[in-house]
């Protein structure tokens, strides 16, 4: 049900935004920014699920509190930075979108630096281990 009701926002606001578009550009271009957002606070509903779906994922396989954080971290930081690109590609702003794009990618390799550093530590530890 949920589905039908971003469906339906998502159908209207472009409906709107086009409409309007035609007869001034920047009513087009607020409409589709609101439309947007109204769009990303339904989501913030479904973000609980989520939220306790991956709680449950980190219970089971036993994942340390550390790397349960830092994969939340990466996840919303891959969906801000789709979020916010796609935003400036809306506006006309292409150039815009392709920094906004590189600057959360390196935000996000920022982010995952310290467990790839600890998973380089433990595979150095083990192989020290195998060797003669």
């Keep these: 049900?949920?589905?039908?009701?971003?469906?339906?926002?998502?159908?209207?606001?472009?409906?709107?935004?086009?409409?309007?578009?035609?007869?001034?550009g920047g009513y087009g271009l607020l409409t589709g920014l609101a439309?947007?957002?109204?769009l990303l606070?339904?989501?913030?509903?479904?973000t609980e699920d989520?939220?306790?779906?991956?709680?449950?994922?980190a219970g089971v396989e036993g994942l340390a509190s550390e790397y349960?954080?830092?994969?939340?971290?990466i996840l919303g930081l891959a969906c801000l930075t789709e979020a916010g690109k796609r935003i400036c590609q809306?506006?006309?702003?292409?150039?815009?979108?392709?920094?906004?794009?590189?600057?959360g990618r390196v935000m996000i390799l920022?982010?995952?630096?310290?467990?790839?550093?600890?998973?380089?530590?433990?595979?150095g530890t083990v192989l020290a281990e195998l060797s003669p």
């Design 41 to 46: 606070l339904l989501l913030l509903g479904q």
């Design 110 to 123: 920022c982010a995952a630096l310290p467990a790839v550093r600890e998973v380089l530590r433990s595979a």
């Design 1 to 24: 049900m949920e589905l039908m009701r971003v469906l339906g926002v998502g159908i209207v606001g472009t409906l709107l935004a086009v409409t309007l578009g035609k007869h001034n």
């Design 68 to 73: 349960y954080g830092r994969v939340v971290r």
């Design 50 to 57: 989520l939220e306790i779906s991956l709680r449950e994922l």
């Design 90 to 103: 809306d506006g006309g702003q292409g150039n815009i979108a392709l920094k906004v794009e590189l600057c």
């Design 35 to 38: 439309t947007g957002c109204l």
